[in-house]
């Protein structure tokens, strides 16, 4: 008899027990899936506003920064877009004597949720293109101006061909990132190209095209190996190595700005986006210059460890307006070198080379 209320509290005990497990499990798969909220530039305890900014259409801000010759004297207006992991401040073909002898101006931008850029949580590559309208807009660019992306800025140039097409007096890609998805391409060979990359990058990219809600905790546990490239063991080509040694000796230094809001918004948010599933494939972007107006052109490294060539070169095929230039020795970074500064600006700019 006297067991019954005995029995009856250790099963309550038990029950306790059992609610309190599961609900600090859960609480801990809580916290590690869901990203701390970003330090937002210029609010209590986030970081600084060093540099110009403009406010857009959402009230969201952009920082900017102006390269080159002063605008009111420059012969060409060029809006530059960074890759993965960079910033307004590293637009190396800017400092270039190509550029000051074709007399250009160049603006960059920290894309959302870097720098010093407010993050955008709806984000998206039709987003970024309408910033760079609105940039180009508010800093008087007049009604057409140039577009360079380098690396994953290049799958922002292509929504710029995509949704702003009449802005553009012309357009170069450089090594710009592929994603696997892209309907266009036949599934035999995006598999194939998929099959080459790391398996620890096989993975990431698809957690970021599958699964975005589990890419924070992906790329931030220990147990196993994340993407490579955010855990900064890309695989670079012999000539990147070379030029990383060689021409980015201050690359460092922006390294704690790029993701100083947090690494969600910026790095995170960027796989998600690219890697996501797109609106449109950039295989059928129709030609932005029909009457001959401008040019696009595409360069890619034969070389580029990050980037399949094989799948660049589809690309090309498939648009017969891309000017589609194959970098024999290049791998994803040959764009730093003085002489490819020098191609690059005068093909796309004057036509020329
Ligand atoms: C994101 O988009 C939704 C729907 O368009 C909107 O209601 C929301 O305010 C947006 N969030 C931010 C932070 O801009
Ligand atoms: C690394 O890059 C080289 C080209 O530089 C390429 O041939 C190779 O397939 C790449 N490896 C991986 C794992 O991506």
């Known amino acids: 008899?006297?067991?019954?209320?005995?029995?009856?509290?250790?099963g309550k005990f038990r029950t306790a027990i059992i609610v309190l497990l599961v609900g600090g499990i859960l609480g801990w798969v809580y916290q590690a899936l869901n990203p701390p909220p970003p330090k937002l530039c210029g609010s209590p305890g986030g970081p600084p506003i060093t540099g110009p900014r403009i406010k857009l259409r959402d009230g969201r801000f952009l920082a900017y920064k102006e390269h080159g010759v002063p605008?009111?004297?420059?012969?060409?207006?060029?809006?530059?877009?960074?890759?993965?992991?960079?910033?307004?401040?590293?637009?190396?073909?800017?400092?270039?004597?190509?550029?000051?002898?074709?007399?250009?101006?160049?603006?960059?931008?920290?894309?959302?949720?870097?720098?010093?850029?407010?993050?955008?949580?709806?984000?998206?590559?039709?987003?970024?293109?309408?910033?760079?309208?609105?940039?180009?807009?508010?800093?008087?660019?007049?009604?057409?101006?140039?577009?360079?992306?380098?690396?994953?800025?290049?799958?922002?140039?292509?929504?710029?061909?995509?949704?702003?097409?009449?802005?553009?007096?012309?357009?170069?890609?450089?090594?710009?990132?592929?994603?696997?998805?892209?309907?266009?391409?036949?599934?035999?060979?995006?598999?194939?190209?998929?099959?080459?990359?790391?398996?620890?990058d096989q993975w990431?990219?698809?957690?970021?095209?599958?699964?975005?809600?589990?890419?924070?905790?992906?790329?931030?546990?220990?147990?196993?190996?994340?993407s490579s490239v955010i855990a900064g063991r890309a695989n670079m080509s012999r000539q990147d190595k070379e030029i990383i040694s060689k021409l980015l000796p201050g690359k460092k230094m922006n390294k704690e700005y790029v993701t100083q809001q947090g690494l969600f918004e910026s790095?995170?948010?960027?796989?998600?986006?690219?890697?996501?599933?797109?609106?449109?494939?950039?295989?059928?972007?129709?030609?932005?210059?029909?009457?001959?107006?401008?040019?696009?052109?595409?360069?890619?490294?034969?070389?580029?460890?990050?980037?399949?060539?094989?799948l660049q070169c589809y690309i090309a095929g498939k648009l017969p307006w891309i000017h589609y230039h194959e970098v024999p020795e290049g791998g994803h970074l040959f764009a730093h070198a003085e002489d490819m500064k020098e191609v690059i600006l005068k093909t796309v700019l004057t036509g020329e080379k």
């Open 1 to 10: 008899m006297s067991f019954k209320p005995m029995e009856a509290s250790s």
């Open 71 to 200: 605008k009111h004297t420059a012969k060409y207006k060029v809006i530059f877009v960074h890759g993965f992991g960079s910033c307004r401040h590293e637009v190396s073909i800017a400092a270039s004597k190509a550029a000051e002898e074709l007399r250009v101006h160049f603006v960059s931008f920290d894309r959302q949720g870097y720098g010093e850029s407010d993050p955008d949580p709806n984000r998206s590559i039709r987003s970024t293109a309408l910033d760079i309208e609105e940039l180009g807009d508010q800093l008087g660019l007049g009604s057409k101006f140039y577009v360079l992306g380098f690396s994953m800025g290049g799958q922002i140039v292509w929504g710029c061909l995509k949704y702003i097409p009449h802005r553009l007096a012309g357009v170069g890609l450089i090594a710009p990132v592929v994603n696997y998805w892209w309907p266009g391409f036949p599934a035999s060979l995006s598999a194939e190209a998929y099959n080459l990359q790391f398996p620890e």
């Open 204 to 226: 990431a990219l698809w957690v970021a095209h599958h699964a975005p809600w589990l890419v924070y905790w992906w790329n931030t546990q220990t147990w196993f190996p994340y």
């Open 267 to 310: 790095l995170h948010r960027d796989t998600m986006v690219g890697f996501g599933k797109w609106e449109f494939d950039p295989m059928d972007i129709s030609n932005p210059f029909p009457n001959g107006e401008g040019s696009v052109h595409l360069w890619h490294g034969v070389e580029d460890g990050l980037v399949p060539v094989t």
